[in-house]
Every structure is written in C-alpha cells, then in structure tokens.
C-alpha cells in the first residue's frame, strides 16, 4: 500500500474531506421533550460495558425462543456462533407472534406501487401469505437448506417469499432487480439455487420494466434451478417453460393460509447476499438467524427509537439491499412495525412523491441515504416545503458518509429543524448498524456516525494496527465479535479469513478509513480498498475492469471512483483500445457508448461509467500495478499528484493531452 496503488484513504480527496469536517462545529443536541420519551438511555451504554455478552442476551430475550440457548457466544475466531443450542422461528418472530398477541388488525405494509395502485397488508393477512407461500415453496419441492434466489421489483411478495423462505429454513439470496442476467446467472450458480422467485416486471420511470427476460437467461445458463415462481405485477408478456415455470397466483393463492412452523437452530442459515470486494467476484455473505434477528431487531429499536403502535417508518431502500433485508423486512417486523413500502422511483410522476407519500401516511421515521438527499437539495427545498411532513420525529441516513451541509439541510427541510437525524454506519457484512448516535441520547455532530452502539465495539487504528489516539485518522477496525456480524463467505473461508481478519490479526477489517476527533467520535472517510461507493451502492473497479475487457475492443481497463457532487462516487474508466489506439479514439462517442452499454449489460444500469476515457496507456508502477490514485487525479480534475513511483513517468503527461476538455 505504501505506493499509494489501492489506498483510498490517503487520497487527496479524503484528505480534502477531513480538513472539511475538521471545521464541523454545529451541535444539535437533544430536546427534553424528545429524550423523555426516548427507548434509548444513557444506562445502555453502561450496561453494555459492564457485561457486553449479558447485555446481548438481554436483548435476544425480546424474541420468541423456542429452546432457550445454552451458551450465548462461543467465539473460536474468526467465527463466531451466537446463542448456541438455542432455536426459533424468524417468520414466527417477525409475523404470527404478534398476531396471536393481538395485533392481527395492525398494518404491516402500506405498499404504493409507482402508477399509483396500493395494498394495504396487516400482520393477519401477512402471516396467511406468508403461510401459504411457505407451503407452496413446500410442493415446488424446497426443503430446509435449499438455496432460493429472489429476483423482485418492490411488491409485498419480496417481503412474503423471503418471510416464507426463512419460515422453512431455506436461506434466501436476493439479488437487486436492477442486476444483469449475467450477475444474476452468478449468484444462482454460486449458491446452487434451486428455485427463483421472480416477477414479470416492474415499474420504473412510468413504465413498465422487464426482469423475467434476464431470468431465463441466466436459468438457460445453470444447472442447478428446477423451478421459477413468477408473481404477476405488470401484465407484460413473457416467454414461459412449462417444465420450470409456475405463476404466484396458481401455485400459492391455493394453498393452506397456515403453516405450522419449525424452530431451526440459531446458526442455522438465514440468507446470502452478494456483495463487492476487491475482486471481480462478488462474495456471499452469509448470516444466520439468532444473533441476526437480535441485532436487527434491538437496533431498529433503539437507534429509530421506534413505537409500534404509533409510529408509520419508511425506509427507502431496496430489499436487493441489506438495508432492505435487515431495516424493512427483518427488524421492524421482529418489532411489529407498521411501514410504508415504495415500488418506484422518486420523481415518478413528480418530483414530490416522496413527500406526497410521507404526508399521506403520516411517516414519522425516514431512513435514507445521502445521495437522495443531495438530489432532493438539487430539486429545490420548495418541492418537499409543499407538503406537510410534521409527524416526522426521527431522520436516519445510510451508505456512504453524509457530508455536513446535507445532514443540515436534511434536518433543517425535511426535519422541520426539529427530528433527530441518525446517520448509521454499518455494511452487509456486519448484518445491522454498527455506529450511530442514539436518537435523545447523543448530541450530534453533523457528518459523523460517533459512536459505536452499545454492545458494539469498534477502533481506529494506524497502519500497525495500535489505536490511534483522539484526532488522529486510519482505518476502522471491529474489536470484539457481533451477533448480527456474517458467519463467513459462502463456501469460501479461506477468503472470508483473508479478507476480514488477516490485515489486523484477530480483529475485523471493514475496509473503510475512520478519523477520531477531540471528544472521540468517528468520522468515516470512504473505502480504503478497491470498492467504489456509487449512490451507496458497493461496485468494486476490478469487477468493472473485467466487464470492460470483456469487451472485443478493449485491450485494457483502468477504472476509479470520482468524487461526484450527487452520487458520493462516481465510476470513470481509462480504457487501452485494441490494435489502432488512433482509430478508436475517431470512433469517438460511439466506442465510448458502446462500453458504457456494454458494462450495463455484464453487471447492471448502476455499474455503467459516468466517463470512459480512451488512453493510450495506463500509469504503472514498476511492478505493473495500476498507479489508480493518479487516475483519480485525473478524474476529479486535479493536478496530477507524484509520478516518481511511476515506471514511465511521461504517461500522465500523455493521458493528460489525450483528455477531452470535458475530463
Ligand atoms: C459505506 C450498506 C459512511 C461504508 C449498509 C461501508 C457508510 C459500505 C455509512 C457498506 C455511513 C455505509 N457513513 N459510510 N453512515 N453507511 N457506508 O455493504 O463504506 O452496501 O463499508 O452496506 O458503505 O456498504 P453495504
């Protein structure tokens, strides 16, 4: 790392962001009013010290056991298991015990589909769909252990099947949507799926989108699938194999409306999700049920300091996402939660529709992400002034840092300068949040996550691994193991090991660079590895180099994230052209689309490069690594930083020529 090729952290643009952040001196810290009726109190962070693993227990004791475990951490590290000898049922927790405790009447999920048709689904009708969902899962043939991807738009089956799923022991692996036939036809291969769950379509941008096209494609090319359940959202027309195909509404609407659940074991599988690392291959993370639903569900919580009878949360994500699987489905379910659920986009049909949704339902919880935000503060204040957002009480913020003047402007427009605004620092990795502020607790710093939560134990270290002291920078390491924290990567622990555990023996390696200011707080600073952060969204630049190469005419691809003023990052590729560098550079625009078209294809929409730039050659080092801290100079339109590292030390001069004004 010395050579500055894979640092992120010490990139001059971090850099630029401290001294930013630096200078962050508001305060908000939290009303009477609000910290009185707060399920969050200074005790927590007591307790949680004086005896972290009993303060776990405590919190798993808000679920229905059916066994009681015997041992609640036995950590044999880096794998850790939570809750040993115990069991439960997830679907049971997050459903039917709340029916039979008398909320069976309760709304679970107020869904708006984006042309404007609702559902309204309470925890009696949940638990019927859930119920029959998991019988019919039952006839398809899935028994507990069998993998099942999820391949949905934003409709209440996303929840059902992955509810259905877990009620059966079957771990799910739900790939976002917006992913490609071809990232899809991994996740299924890798994991062996057995059966995809899928929709016809779903809406985008006022219209109707395909997802079962990409479907059979990736079906056509794997083995391991014997049956593709189809919800019907769109109506759109599909190709359809008699021998694989069933539709939702044949198969489940049939079913029993109850199921008579099992208790699995506490380590037993819960889901898979992919996600980006430094390599072209994604990873499976996987999580398991005990310690994931306590820490899911204690979070949820205490950090939105939710009131399940009369609070209305929505979080915006997608349940493609962690922030989907762990804070719509899991955790505020387990906490009888009554939450608003979005199939669409936000300036669909208007640029309102967020607000006109809030003031509709009445949201009183916003989880988030910074991206949004600062598109919303692009739009204009005005858009959201019109509508009457008063019964929001608590503000959060998820996947990537928020800088200072968009937690302001979230909280002063959105919040009515009123709601405290939670900017939550976790991973997929880690299963639930990790470091925020407790809303009525912390007096908070706009831009920093602060605190790890109580039960959670995190440092900033220096490149030896020794702690750095208050006001010093490097990177965020995870000191004591986790309940929600991933099992490992599936069927592979040898890079689980390597890369978590292995940069700072016997702590965990989240990969991102962390400051500590004067009173100890954390500031998180970006990745510090070769993972970009796009819209919050993970995408590695090995994976988009590879989609790139894939390419005919691509000899060779460099790519890097660029500090974008909406999307936090976005992606800019170098591209090397095959054979006549002088006749693709005529080509011009149509090579350049071609690429950007063709990495939308091999990985997804969210993948597809702001800027390619076509170059005649990389800057090296003199061991041939990709000197990508240049290129960000580059990107971000900076004078070039030092080249002495560089083998050729003229190239940058030469790529800089090559760069169209607009670079
Ligand atoms: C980044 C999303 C700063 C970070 C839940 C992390 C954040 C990666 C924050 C995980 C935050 C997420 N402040 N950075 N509040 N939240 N990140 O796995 O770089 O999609 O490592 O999980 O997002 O992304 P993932």
Not at 356 to 362: L, S, V
Request: hydrophobic share 40%; proline share 6%; net charge negative.
């Amino acid at each position: 790392m010395s050579d500055g090729t894979t640092t992120r952290g010490t990139s001059s643009a971090a850099q630029a962001g401290l001294s930013n952040l630096l200078h962050e001196e508001r305060r908000f810290p939290p009303s009477a009013e609000f910290s009185a009726q707060a399920n969050g109190q200074p005790d927590l962070y007591d307790r949680a010290a004086a005896d972290r693993v009993g303060f776990w227990e405590e919190q798993a004791r808000a679920l229905h056991w059916d066994t009681p475990w015997d041992t609640a951490l036995e950590w044999d590290a880096p794998f850790a298991k939570w809750f040993v000898g115990g069991t439960l049922n997830v679907a049971y927790n997050c459903v039917d015990r709340h029916v039979e405790a008398g909320h069976g009447d309760q709304v679970a999920i107020h869904w708006i589909g984006e042309p404007g048709d609702t559902r309204t689904i309470t925890y009696a009708d949940l638990q019927r769909e859930v119920a029959k969902a998991a019988n019919a899962l039952t006839e398809l043939g899935v028994q507990k252990g069998d993998r099942v991807a999820i391949y949905l738009p934003m409709v209440p089956e996303a929840a059902v099947a992955m509810l259905a799923c877990a009620r059966i022991g079957a771990p799910h692996s739900v790939v976002f949507g917006g992913f490609s036939a071809d990232a899809l036809a991994s996740r299924i291969d890798d994991a062996s799926a057995k059966l995809v769950i899928t929709a016809d379509g779903g809406y985008r941008r006022g219209a109707p989108s395909a997802l079962k096209p990409a479907v059979d494609e990736a079906v056509a090319r794997t083995t391991s699938v014997e049956k593709v359940l189809v919800v019907r959202r769109t109506g759109q027309d599909v190709a359809w194999d008699d021998a694989k195909d069933v539709w939702w509404h044949e198969v489940v609407d049939r079913q029993p409306d109850t199921h008579a659940y099992e208790p699995h074991d506490a380590e037993h599988p819960l889901f898979i999700l992919y996600t980006s690392g430094t390599t072209a291959k994604p990873k499976g993370i996987l999580h398991t049920t005990g310690g994931y639903l306590t820490h899911v569900s204690y979070t949820h919580r205490y950090v939105f300091d939710l009131k399940p009878d009369s609070d209305v949360y929505w979080c915006s994500a997608d349940i493609g996402w962690v922030t989907g699987h762990s804070y719509i489905v899991y955790g505020p379910l387990a906490n009888r939660a009554t939450q608003v659920m979005y199939e669409g986009t936000p300036d669909t049909p208007h640029k309102g529709r967020l607000w006109e949704i809030a003031q509709e339902y009445g949201v009183t919880i916003l989880y988030t992400a910074p991206t949004l935000i600062r598109t919303m503060m692009k739009w204009g204040e005005e858009i959201p002034q019109g509508y009457d957002l008063s019964a929001l009480r608590v503000l959060g913020s998820v996947g990537e840092p928020i800088n200072p003047e968009a937690w302001v402007w979230y909280r002063r427009v959105i919040g009515g300068d009123r709601t405290p605004i939670v900017d939550t620092w976790w991973q997929t990795e880690t299963g639930g949040l990790m470091i925020s502020p407790l809303p009525g607790v912390t007096t908070l710093k706009p831009g920093s996550a602060q605190r790890p939560l109580p039960g959670i134990s995190a440092e900033v270290v220096d490149d030896s691994g020794n702690p750095v002291p208050n006001g010093g920078g490097g990177y965020l390491v995870l000191t004591e193991p986790w309940p929600g924290m991933l099992r490992g990567i599936w069927g592979d622990d040898a890079r689980y090991t390597e890369t978590y555990w292995s940069r700072f023996p016997g702590r965990y390696f989240a990969g991102d660079g962390a400051k500590k200011d004067d009173d100890g707080d954390i500031w998180l600073l970006g990745r510090v590895d070769d993972v970009m952060n796009v819209s919050g969204h993970r995408i590695s630049t090995t994976e988009v180099e590879s989609a790139l190469v894939s390419h005919p005419k691509v000899a060779e691809a460099a790519v890097v994230g660029a500090t974008d003023p909406t999307t936090g990052q976005a992606i800019v590729a170098f591209v090397i052209p095959r054979g006549d560098a002088a006749a693709a550079t005529a080509q011009g625009d149509a090579l350049v689309q071609e690429l950007r078209n063709h990495v939308s294809k091999e990985i997804g929409p969210i993948a597809k490069p702001r800027q390619i730039l076509v170059v005649a050659e990389l800057p090296k080092t003199r061991s041939g690594k990709i000197m990508r801290r240049l290129l960000r100079d580059v990107a971000e339109n900076r004078s070039v930083g030092d080249v002495t590292t560089l083998a050729d030390s003229t190239v940058m001069d030469l790529i800089s020529q090559q760069l169209p004004a607009a670079a």
